[in-house]
């Protein structure tokens, strides 16, 4: 007798996703989440809110925003109950087909995956940014100095344009879904929603799941996972957790599920596997665990443009441009309340060595000590 069918570890698109699925065929099913449940009106309105704004539970704060440092970069990811959809941009384009040139003799066309596509629009209520911005316009007359000025596309986005700060009963579901809320476009997007019309997951596949009967456990870490009996979990698992961030009374627990679904982004299931293969808990892992992983490709840039002109008027993403076949680029806005992300940021610095590059950083500073 296990307490659960399954066990979905995090909340964010893939744990969602396949708890909504799992419990539509039936399967008793429960979500755990390192991360806390919000309100709209709970997510901070600046930044600079710490307690509100970042994922740091050892020091008190329990936002949405979690920071990873690693030697080369530093990873943005989400926390809270919908993952990486409450601080997401909500941009959700299709792949390009040339993207399945290399895996056709593998994995089919890109046809195959249209249906998907559409169903998962349908629930993400996805639509194309209605309106051009003073950043698309920006966007465009850069594309035209770079020779490719009709790369501009308007981006496609998860929000309910309606109108402006006015509440509606559900819009996508035909009355299942909860009640949104018009954009006004104050660019905090990524701050997390206070108004209601980023389509979120807790507005969609959660807001199903649990009428499904699936239990969300939220501010819960998982430690650890293992085999109740054989080795390869024909006779389930066993995941324990502990209060996210505790010193002291972690309130260890255990539950049992016939089957575990990993999905704590790139870098946590990434991070518990590895804790589980070192310490022998699930001794079949592979030893290729941690090899190929890598970032979602993308690199910020942050660009100050001398004039008075409110950048922020919009959703974080409006549109984008395509400077050639491998590359895509969009401006983003954190809203007037994330200027504290500005102390990620700092001179631009040529390529150089491990020696010459802080050299060079050294010199754009002394050389530009307003700007830094």
């Known amino acids: 007798m296990y307490d659960y069918d399954w066990i979905v570890i995090g909340s964010g698109f893939g744990g969602s996703v396949a708890a909504l699925r799992l419990a539509e065929k039936g399967y ?47 990873v943005l990811s989400g926390c809270g109950v919908g993952g990486g959809s409450l601080v997401y941009a909500q941009t959700l384009y299709r792949a390009a087909p040339r993207f399945f040139e290399e895996w056709r003799r593998v994995s089919g066309s890109a046809a195959d995956l249209d ?64 009640a949104r809320t018009g954009c006004i476009e104050c660019g905090q997007c990524m701050l997390g929603c206070r108004v209601g019309a980023k389509n979120t997951l807790p507005k969609n596949y959660l807001w199903f799941a649990e009428r499904r009967g699936v239990r969300i456990i939220d501010e819960r870490t ?28 972690k309130d260890r627990r255990k539950l049992t599920a016939r089957g575990v679904v990993f999905a704590a982004g790139a870098l946590g299931t990434n991070l518990l596997l590895a804790r589980c293969k070192a310490s022998g808990t699930l001794p079949r892992l592979s030893d290729r665990l941690g ?67 802080p050299l060079k950083l050294l010199s754009q500073i002394s050389r530009h000590p307003i700007r830094f």
């Open 222 to 249: 998982v430690t650890d996972v293992r085999s109740r009996g054989a080795d390869d979990g024909a006779d389930g698992y066993v995941v324990t957790s502990a209060r996210s961030g505790a010193w002291l009374r």
């Open 28 to 74: 008793r099913v429960a979500i755990i989440e390192s991360g806390r449940r919000f309100r709209d009106d709970e997510f901070a309105e600046r930044l600079s809110e710490l307690r509100r704004s970042l994922w740091m539970p050892r020091l008190g704060m329990k936002g949405i925003l979690r920071l990873t440092p690693f030697k080369d970069a530093t």
């Open 291 to 357: 090899h190929l992983v890598r970032t979602n490709s993308e690199s910020l840039t942050a660009v100050t443009i001398p004039d008075d002109r409110d950048w922020s008027r919009s959703v974080a993403i409006t549109g984008s441009i395509f400077p050639d076949n491998n590359s895509h680029s969009e401006l983003v806005t954190y809203g007037k309340g994330g200027d504290l992300m500005g102390l990620l940021f700092t001179l631009l610095t040529p390529d150089g060595t491990r020696l010459t590059r």
């Open 115 to 178: 249906p998907h596509y559409d169903e998962a629009e349908r629930m993400l209520g996805v639509v194309t940014h209605p309106r051009r911005t003073t950043g698309d316009e920006l966007l465009m007359s850069v594309a035209a100095d770079m020779g490719v000025a009709d790369s501009f596309q308007p981006a496609r986005v998860g929000v309910y344009f309606g109108d402006p700060g006015v509440t509606v009963d559900d819009p996508y579901f035909g009355g299942a879904g909860p």
